[in-house]
Every structure is written in C-alpha cells, then in structure tokens.
C-alpha cells in the first residue's frame, strides 16, 4: 500500500533518506550460492594503452545462487543473479554501475516464450525493493494481514504470490539509488533528471537484453510512482533509440501528468481529483455522516466523483462569481463527503489541499493521516500545524523494508557491498524535470507508443486510500489520452482497497497477482 517513492511535482517534495542497519532473517535452508564474483568486462590489461585504461576501471560484479518457492502449490527452482552492470558513453568510457537483480526460472524451457519483465519503483530517488519485496518477488516482507507494520526484528516469508510463475524478474535500481552509483561521482547528476534517467535504465535494459539473449523474449515493464512516469517516457525511449517494443507496460501508483497533483495557485485540478480520496479516507476513519458511513467504499468513491467532476469543478471554475447560495451549497456536500466542518471548508475558500487535509481530518484526536495511505494515523507534536509534519504510512514501513533488504540481499543472495544500500535517498535532489513554465507530461509519450504500436497493452493499479497519487487522478489522465476509440481495450485499470502500495494489504496482493498474471498472459498471447 505505501509507496516510498516520493513523488516528484514540478515543485518536488524532499525526500527521506532510508536506514541501511540490517535484521535478523536467517537464509533459507537448500539455497545454495554458486562462485559470487564474476568479472564480466572481458578486459585484457597491458596489450594496450587502451587496455591498461580499462584494467584501472570499475569491474562489473555477478553473484548467482540457486532457490525455489511455492507459488499456487507448485514448486518453482529458480537462479538468483545479484550485480552490476557498467554504462558506457560514446566513447566507450564507463559513467555508471547499475545495480540489479535479477529472477529467471530454470524450468522456463525456451526464452523466447518465456516473458521477462524490468521493475523499478520512484521517487526520484527510490530504489526497487519496494516492487520487489511487497509484490512482484519470491521473498517479501511480513506484514500484518492489513499492511500494518510488525516490531523489530524483522522478517521475510516466501512469496506465494510472487509473479516468478508467470514472467522473469529484474529489479533495476537507477543511478544513486540502491548500489548503483555514477563512476564519477561529480557526474551523478547528470543521470538526475527526467532525460538522463531514462537514458541510463534504457541503456541498461538493451544490455540486460542483448547479453542475456532476450531479445526475442515478451518483455514488459512495471513501475511504481514516479516509476510510472519513468515507464511511460521508456515506452518512448526504448521504441524510437532501440527499436525495440514492449508487450506490456504495468503501472502502480500512476503519475503521468504533474499537473494532476501539484496543488498549486492558479490550478484547480487537484482539488478536484483529491476529494473522493478525502472521502474515502474520512469513511475509513468514521468521520462521515451516518447515511454516507453506512455505503461500501466503493459506491462513496463513486458519489464523491460525481460531486468533483459536476458541481465542484463548476464553482472551482466559476471562482468569485459563484452566487452566495450555490457556493454555501457546494461548502455543505464538500464538508459531508470529507468530515471537515463547513466552516473550515468555507475559510479554505473551498480548496484544501493534501498536507492541510492530512492535519485537520483527526485534529481533534491529535494525530495526522498518512500519504502514501491515509488508513495509517500517527501522533503529533503540533497540534495547530496546518501541514504534515510526516508521513505515518511511509515511517510504518521505511525500516522493515531497510532492515529485511540488507540482511536478505548478503545472507541469502550472497551479494556483498560495503557502499550503503540506497532505499530511499534525497540525493537526487534537485531534479531536473526538463519542463520551462509547464508540467511534466508523459501521458502524451504512452498515447504515441499505443498508436505507433497497437500490440501493446497497459495495465493501471489505483488504491483508494492512495494520497500521493489520487484514484480519480489517475482515471482523468487515461481519460484525457486522446486515443483512437479502438485502442481502448488495451488499456486495463483496476481498483483496490488500499493505499500507494496497495500490495501491503494481503487481500490487495491476492487480487494484484491474479489481475498481473491475467494481464502478462493476455499481452504475452497465451
């Protein structure tokens, strides 16, 4: 449910960089690690001036080891590969050592049948464990059945839900993020922006691809948060600089189009795509009146669409010229679906934005909602702040993932680094978002590559309970692509009953896996 990735906006929010201290989570018994350091650069130093320079170069580092897992009663063996692989400009000069993992069958039989899909989760900043140890890989983090988190020390459990079955798995982590780092580290921020980002991991898929003989192989990509935005712009990259198209495109937590959350002056539309997100928050959190408490959330979200999308958006637009009467109409029903009282949505002139709405929801309780998931509520040390003073959903989770990753990565996958593991880093900032007065946009990027290219399929993942990326966000974007009619079908969203990583809450990952599965079939034609 919670994402980590803090979502970049025009005007990005910093970020919180990640503990690396590592649990106790003993390796599981018949995982047997082969040699762990392969040198995968071919360099033959002293033959010339040429190979005396790239003997003193950074040597790409591999790790195999041999697992399995049970996933729908069927045992799976599978081989683990932990390391890098080096970037390398146009002058054959290496720039960065990409960390990945990576999960292929040994049963698959021929690659060219069997999918591989590439993750990545957001940020800017964020590393891939989040995709890989709640959802998509063979271990994951334990968690309360609700995606609560369990006191230290931490663990991991089998994924039964894991997505192995149905496609192979590598976990990229971009530059600065995880282990992967810029050879220079002056140059690191050249890889932190909107274009140098999505050249680098489009550069390290095509080499993943092409050393792997994976080319033949149905490929798709997932990405969470600011790592939809990266999928979608790869799309781009991938089909124009490499030739190469993708079958599918899985997107959780969707941020395509920045001006959807940036909840800025002058702009109205968060307001109007964050209200049935306030609403279902205040239903989660009992603060409705008894004839809207009563309803299941999903017809509440549905009411409170209608609201946004009609009256609301029209007494947004109309501004001061809104009559007194509509307007105390409009302050009325917004207060009713949200749990505000009137007389704080009518002092916010009818725009309450996310970090105000995190604050005054449990006022009276003194505790403050969650971003990533407005089910979590934390304590507070200001009661009469009007912005959050943290994230409870992203504290809730922040350690155990750190925690079960450092020990996971070095006591079962054998991989060893004294750099620190990057979770969650704000040294990415700033930015570069490449935009001049204008937000970023790459839902314009998917709508060229479903038109250029008719085969391929996305799939969208919302939680209702998601305030870093609103549900209704997300479905105005798909809304708004400007397709021909006949391509729609190729786009799949899927609701859930849970926040930014909606995979956290058990029943969510269920339903997750069935509806990825289904997907990665169909866009793989089977």
Not at 263 to 274: H, T
Not at 275 to 299: C, G, I, N, R
Not at 478 to 507: R, V
């Amino acid at each position: 449910m919670l994402k980590m990735l803090r979502l970049g906006v025009a005007l990005a929010a910093s970020v919180v960089l990640a503990n690396t201290f590592a649990a106790e989570a003993p390796a599981k018994a018949g995982d047997t690690p082969t040699e762990k350091a392969s040198d995968k650069s071919g360099d033959k130093a002293g033959d010339s001036d040429k190979d005396k320079s790239k003997s003193a170069e950074p040597k790409e580092k591999l790790v195999e080891s041999k697992h399995s897992v049970t996933i729908n009663g069927q045992k799976i063996d599978y081989t683990a590969k932990a390391g890098t692989i080096l970037l390398r400009d146009n002058e054959d000069k290496p720039t960065a050592a990409i960390f990945y993992i990576a999960y292929t069958r040994d049963d698959a039989g021929d690659v060219a049948k069997r999918p591989v899909t590439f993750s990545f989760n957001g940020g800017p900043g964020s590393s891939s464990v989040w995709l890989h140890m709640g959802l998509l890989g063979p271990r994951r983090v334990l968690l309360e059945e609700d995606g609560s988190p369990l006191p230290p020390p931490y663990k991991t459990v089998d994924n039964e839900y894991s997505l192995l079955d149905e496609t192979d798995l590598v976990f990229i982590d971009p530059v600065s993020t995880g282990f992967s780092r810029a050879v220079k580290p002056d140059d690191a921020k050249k890889f932190h922006s909107v274009e140098g980002d999505l050249r680098s991991v489009e550069d390290f898929i095509r080499l993943y691809t092409t050393r792997n003989a994976r080319c033949a192989s149905p490929k798709f990509i997932i990405g969470e948060s600011y790592g939809t935005t990266r999928a979608a712009g790869l799309s781009g990259e991938l089909r124009e600089r490499q030739r190469m198209y993708v079958n599918g495109i899985m997107l959780v937590s969707t941020v395509l189009n920045f001006e959807t959350i940036s909840f800025a002056r002058g702009n109205d539309l968060p307001y109007v795509l964050y209200l049935p997100s306030y609403a279902a928050t205040a239903w989660y959190h009992k603060k409705l009146p008894a004839d809207l408490q009563k309803l299941p959330v999903s017809e509440l979200v549905a009411r409170a669409e209608a609201f946004a999308a009609e009256d609301y958006n029209n007494a947004l637009l109309r501004g001061a010229s809104l009559a007194a009467e509509r307007r105390a109409g409009i302050v009325r029903e917004f207060a009713r679906l949200t749990g505000l009282s009137d007389e704080y949505v009518d002092r916010a002139d009818l725009r309450v934005p996310l970090a105000r709405f995190a604050e005054e929801l449990l006022r009276s309780e003194g505790r403050v909602i969650g971003r990533f998931d407005s089910r979590y509520k934390g304590y507070v040390r200001d009661r009469l702040s009007d912005n959050m003073e943290y994230d409870p959903s992203g504290e809730a989770v922040f350690g155990a993932f750190t925690a079960t990753f450092n020990q996971y990565v070095r006591a079962e996958l054998k991989y060893e680094s004294d750099l620190p593991y990057e979770i969650l880093t704000g040294t990415v900032q700033p930015w570069n978002w490449g935009e001049q007065n204008r937000y970023l946009n790459v839902a314009e990027t998917l709508a060229e590559s479903l038109t250029r290219n008719p085969f391929l399929k996305v799939h969208v993942s919302s939680g209702y309970f998601d305030m870093a990326t609103p549900w209704l966000a997300t479905h105005y974007t798909f809304s708004h692509l400007g397709l021909d009619p006949a391509l729609a079908k190729n786009i799949t969203l899927d609701d859930y009953t849970a926040g930014h990583m909606m995979y956290l809450n058990f029943a969510d990952l269920k339903k997750q896996k069935a509806d990825l599965a289904r997907f990665i079939q169909s866009a793989s034609g089977r």
